[in-house]
């Protein structure tokens, strides 16, 4: 029953917000092909049991290269309004679709790189037990902020304690770090650093 409930709420409000923010969709989606000539930023992603879907987001990086024509540095290919994206995480909005068409869920663990599987220990791969979120509890206990063994157990907890409230608690916290514009990257850094796998497999 609490599946049940949880995928009719994703599929009816994801749906609903897809229509209400349309507006925000056009106007993005035209900046970003008149600023980079891309629209949105397409990469294939583990979900729930591991099965591959393409997460949608909204492009925020340029595609420039150095001489041998390899992609520069997070840090240099990020535009000015892709900034404004991230830090308002308005780029998340096409996740939107990714949730009405059942790959992911409003709340539940981020879907990561699908390199990072074969570096999971037993108990991390566990967080593909349940659909990947738009949010979770690691991002609203410290997103981008937090180390990889602090997101894996929360992830794990969160697993093993959702709950329709519980989720409703962590949509309205997301709501508030993204208002304050909380925890979007580690220090120094665009993006979070990559996950490298644990000491003890």
Same mark, same amino acid.
């Given at each position: 029953?609490?599946?049940?409930?949880?995928? $009719?709420?994703?599929?009816?409000?994801?749906?609903? @917000?897809?229509?209400?923010?349309?507006?925000?969709?056009?106007?993005?989606? @035209? $900046?970003?092909?008149? /600023? $980079?000539?891309?629209?949105?930023?397409?990469?294939?992603?583990?979900?729930?049991?591991?099965?591959?879907?393409?997460?949608?987001?909204?492009?925020?990086?340029?595609?420039?290269?150095?001489?041998?024509?390899?992609? @520069?540095?997070?840090?240099?290919?990020? /535009? =000015?309004? =892709?900034?404004?994206?991230?830090?308002?995480?308005?780029?998340?909005?096409?996740?939107?679709?990714?949730?009405?068409?059942?790959?992911?869920?409003?709340? =539940?663990?981020?879907?990561?790189?699908?390199?990072?599987?074969?570096?999971?220990?037993?108990?991390?791969?566990?967080?593909?037990? $349940?659909?990947?979120?738009? /949010?979770?509890?690691?991002?609203?206990?410290?997103?981008?902020?937090?180390?990889?063994?602090?997101?894996?157990?929360?992830?794990?907890?969160?697993?093993?304690?959702?709950?329709?409230?519980?989720?409703?608690?962590?949509?309205?916290?997301?709501? &508030? &770090?993204?208002?304050?514009?909380?925890?979007?990257?580690?220090?120094?850094?665009? /993006?979070?650093?990559?996950?490298?796998?644990?000491?003890?497999?």
């Amino acid at each position: 029953m609490k599946v049940i409930l949880k995928n $009719v709420f994703d599929k009816i409000f994801s749906f609903l @917000l897809l229509v209400l923010l349309s507006p925000i969709f056009i106007l993005i989606s @035209l $900046v970003n092909y008149l /600023t $980079v000539g891309s629209i949105f930023f397409i990469q294939e992603r583990p979900g729930k049991n591991t099965r591959i879907f393409k997460l949608i987001k909204f492009c925020s990086m340029s595609n420039r290269k150095d001489d041998d024509g390899n992609l @520069l540095d997070d840090s240099l290919r990020i /535009t =000015g309004f =892709g900034a404004f994206l991230r830090s308002t995480s308005l780029d998340e909005l096409p996740e939107l679709f990714n949730i009405l068409k059942g790959e992911m869920s409003f709340v =539940g663990p981020r879907p990561l790189l699908s390199e990072y599987l074969p570096l999971y220990n037993h108990e991390q791969i566990k967080r593909h037990l $349940v659909k990947p979120g738009l /949010t979770g509890l690691a991002q609203v206990k410290g997103r981008n902020t937090l180390d990889w063994e602090k997101r894996f157990e929360l992830d794990l907890w969160y697993i093993e304690n959702h709950s329709f409230i519980l989720d409703l608690q962590i949509l309205i916290l997301t709501v &508030k &770090k993204v208002l304050l514009r909380e925890g979007i990257n580690e220090k120094d850094t665009v /993006t979070m650093s990559r996950f490298k796998g644990t000491k003890e497999q």
